[in-house]
């Protein structure tokens, strides 16, 4: 069965960085496009970022452009998201899923990781 497994959380400065790691397991890592969302308790989860499948073209949320890069290492079946410049506004709980199909909001992917909190203080 398929698994994501993310890491790399952690309590940072504004203006600090970090960088998550999603490990995927029990499929054809290239095979799949890997998206990264985030959820705050009470609102609902936003994607931030997606990787897609073969060719590994990137996109990103408004909120987020030239300050995050997603990235990946098929030796590694892991998918990277560095977060740069962050603001308290970023602080959420982020997964990692994989996307089943066409649809990009968090109805177009089937597994999940269980999240890792990220806390970036003022």
């Known amino acids: 069965e398929a698994q994501l497994v993310e890491s790399g959380g952690g309590l940072v400065q504004a203006g600090g960085s970090l960088t998550l790691s999603c490990v995927a397991s029990g499929f054809t890592f290239d095979d799949y496009a890997i998206g990264w969302f985030r959820q705050v308790a009470g609102k609902e989860r936003e994607g931030v970022s997606c990787?897609?499948?073969?060719?590994?073209?990137?996109d990103y949320a408004d909120a987020v452009k030239g300050r995050f890069t997603i990235s990946s290492d098929s030796a590694k079946n892991t998918v990277y998201l560095q977060m740069n410049n962050l603001k308290p506004e970023d602080t959420a709980t982020y997964y990692c899923?994989?996307?089943?199909?066409?649809?990009?909001?968090?109805?177009?992917?089937?597994?999940w990781g269980q999240g890792t909190q990220v806390t970036v203080s003022s």
């Open positions: 899923a994989r996307r089943s199909s066409g649809s990009s909001g968090p109805r177009g992917y089937d597994y």
């Open positions: 990787l897609s499948a073969i060719d590994r073209d990137t």
